[in-house]
């Protein structure tokens, strides 16, 4: 095992009008499950092929444990990768599958065997050792790839979304296998996904990236609960967070006629950008839909558009008047809800369930007291 660190690492593509990944700084330690996550073209596959060796650094390092690997070939890297592709030997039997890079290594054959057995009973493949791909499920055969990684005993695992062919039930069952195998043999693992449920279930510690640009690093909680800036808060969360460009009032801001006060600092943060406006952020499940016999209680009024229960809860997709423009807002409430498509509601928030961001940098603004 070995911890990872990218020093300042950066790769421009020829043609690209910015770096795939841009000066990049990030620390790993020994053991930590490590997941890098981020939209289409952010460049997190870029970051994990960079230090599996299949793409150049043009500035910077990469060290894994105290070695500088950022020339070396990937072969001598000591890692093992899981693609979204198994790439499995289709005329191979599971245990050819899973042995064959330790054959081409001259690793002893009953070594070889040994490593297998091991492996094989981690993942519940000890069924299927004489079986080829072809007569595998599509979690089986995720499962062999990722026993093919495991007997190499590697330093490093990197996994580059390797659960995305697999259905929504599959997907969640093997996330769950991925992440205790993880735990019980202590590897440093990278992995990356677009899926921010899988990287706020799986990771230790999460970081987003967007345009290549590493935005935000902590704990699933940290991210989730504190996001550094507007876009993290936008994308770290199912369903998303709500975002409001709104002008400051005298006392705080005005959402659709719902006032909600801030503090002395933070209006004097933002006005100190020189901006009369700021970013408000509410995630869906802070609303709180008020009775109808609540009349006196301040509320933002509005229109239910579509309706999606799931049972355990219900995503309410609404528009309400903020300003002068009719503008989306998720509301998520536990349990079943009799409300439907076109009713008329009134939510409230409280002051501290708000988040709020700078109109400028998009940075968050915090006095260090609220809670998320």
């Keep these: 095992m070995a911890s990872v660190a990218f020093e300042k690492a950066t790769r421009k593509y020829p043609k690209m009008d910015h770096p795939a990944v841009d000066v990049l700084d990030l620390e790993i330690a ?26 150049d650094v043009d500035t910077g390092t990469i060290r894994i444990g105290e070695q500088d690997v950022t020339h070396i070939p990937p072969k001598e890297r000591d890692i093992a990768m899981v693609f979204q592709n198994y790439a499995l030997y289709p005329h191979m039997t599971t245990a050819d599958n899973m042995g064959f890079a330790l054959k081409i290594a001259k690793v002893r054959k009953d070594e070889v065997r040994r490593r297998v057995a091991e492996a094989s009973g981690i993942l519940d493949l000890g069924e299927y050792l004489g079986r080829k ?15 093919r990684a495991i007997v190499r005993e590697p330093r490093v695992f990197l996994m580059d979304e390797p659960l995305s062919n697999l259905d929504a039930k599959l997907r969640v069952q093997t996330r769950t296998q991925i992440a205790a195998l993880q735990r019980r043999l202590g590897t440093t693992t990278v992995y990356v996904t677009h899926d921010q449920v899988e990287a706020l279930t799986m990771g230790d510690r999460v970081a ?5 640009v590493l935005q935000q690093v902590g704990t699933p909680k940290e991210v989730f609960e504190r996001p550094a800036n507007a876009f993290v808060a936008g994308f770290i969360g199912s369903p998303a967070m709500n975002l409001f460009r709104l002008p400051l009032t005298a006392d705080g801001i005005d959402l659709g006629g719902l006032r909600l006060p801030l503090p002395r600092l933070l209006q004097r943060a933002a006005h100190d950008e020189g901006s009369a406006e700021i970013v408000l ?3 869906p499940e802070r609303f709180t839909i008020l009775s109808k016999d609540d009349l006196e209680t301040p509320g933002l009024e509005l229109v239910v558009d579509a ?6 809860v219900v995503c309410l997709h609404t528009t309400a008047k903020v300003g002068q423009e009719a503008t989306p807002i998720i509301v998520r409430t536990p349990g079943r809800q009799t409300c439907g498509k076109g009713e008329q509601l ?5 002051p501290d369930d708000i988040h709020l961001f700078s109109a400028k940098t998009q940075l968050r603004l915090d006095t260090g007291e609220r809670s998320a």
Aim: proline share 3%; charged share 25%; with cysteine.
């Design 281 to 283: 952020g509410i995630r």
């Design 307 to 312: 309706v999606e229960d799931t049972g355990a």
């Design 346 to 350: 009134r939510v409230t928030v409280r």
């Design 133 to 147: 791909p072809k007569s595998l499920s599509g979690g089986q055969r995720q499962r062999v790839a990722m026993g």
């Design 30 to 55: 020994d053991g930590q499950f490590m997941v890098l996550v981020g939209p289409s073209g952010c460049g997190k596959s870029t970051t994990l092929r960079m230090l599996a060796g299949l793409e």
């Design 208 to 212: 987003a990236m967007k345009d290549g």
